[in-house]
T-cell receptor, first 116, second 116 residues
Framework: AQKVTQAQTEISVVEKEDVTLDCVYE???????LFWYKQPPSGELVFLIR??????QNEISGRYSWNFQKSTSSFNFTITASQVVDSAVYFC?????????????FGKGTKLSVKP | DGGITQSPKYLFRKEGQNVTLSCEQN?????MYWYRQDPGQGLRLIYY???????QKGDIAEGYSVSREKKESFPLTVTSAQKNPTAFYLC???????????????FGEGSRLTVL
């Protein structure tokens, strides 16, 4: 069975701290996609990144970086120098490589609070 | 601006009543989805539609119904048969169904339904 675990329910940091959000997944598939979405207080989820299982290179986008480690089935997300605007719920999700968006498996989310 | 519009933002319902949540998109996307989000939980798929006049059940379709008469519209009806309808409902769309093609879901800001 496929599963996504985000063990950190809530994290609170002070502005400018670095923070890492953990994501561990389970799948029997050898090829798959992983995603991160951000849900700000306004409610809509915003796409951050999609990574396929072939590509284990880490990715950096501004203050955001992602560490994909297939050996440990993890796809962790780090925010460097956090800002108050980063406060949101962050979801990790797993999808079939040849599959449908409708079959994404979402984790339960990590609520990040960044205090000034 | 292109995007997904959900209405109403907040809705109160008495037990035994059906309610319909609206979802409209002007992104010209073929695929649309309805998710349910409960506190501290990930997203669970209710229904999805790949094309007009076609839709499929998701993981928790019981007590819900949908229609897709127009490409841009995908309303969700929460029927009296839904035993625990109080939740946050999110509508999403994507260019197509396949993850490898579409890459990401676009979400509306959600509708919060409370049953009194």
């Amino acid at each position: 069975a496929q599963k996504v675990t985000q063990a950190q329910t809530e994290i609170s940091v002070v502005e400018k701290e670095d923070v890492t959000l953990d994501c561990v997944y389970e799948t029997r598939d050898t090829t798959y996609y992983l995603f991160w979405y951000k849900q700000p207080p306004s409610g809509e989820l915003v796409f951050l990144i999609r990574r396929n299982s072939f590509d284990e290179q880490n990715e950096i986008s501004g203050r955001y970086s992602w560490n994909f480690q297939k050996s440990t089935s993890s796809f962790n997300f780090t925010i460097t120098a956090s800002q108050v605007v980063d406060s949101a719920v962050y979801f990790c999700a797993l999808g079939d490589y040849g599959g449908s968006q409708g079959n994404l498996i979402f984790g339960k989310g990590t609520k990040l609070s960044v205090k000034p | 601006d292109g995007g997904i519009t959900q209405s109403p933002k907040y809705l109160f319902r008495k037990e035994g009543q059906n309610v319909t949540l609206s979802c409209e998109q002007n992104l010209n996307h073929d695929a649309m989805y309805w998710y349910r989000q409960d506190p501290g939980q990930g997203l669970r798929l209710i229904y999805y539609s790949q094309i007009v006049n076609d839709f499929q059940k998701g993981d928790i379709a019981e007590g819900y119904s949908v229609s897709r008469e127009k490409k841009e519209s995908f309303p969700l009806t929460v029927t009296s048969a839904q035993k625990n309808p109080t939740a946050f409902y999110l509508c999403a769309s994507s260019i197509g169904q396949a993850i490898g093609v579409t890459g990401e879901l676009f979400f509306g800001e959600g509708s919060r339904l409370t049953v009194l």
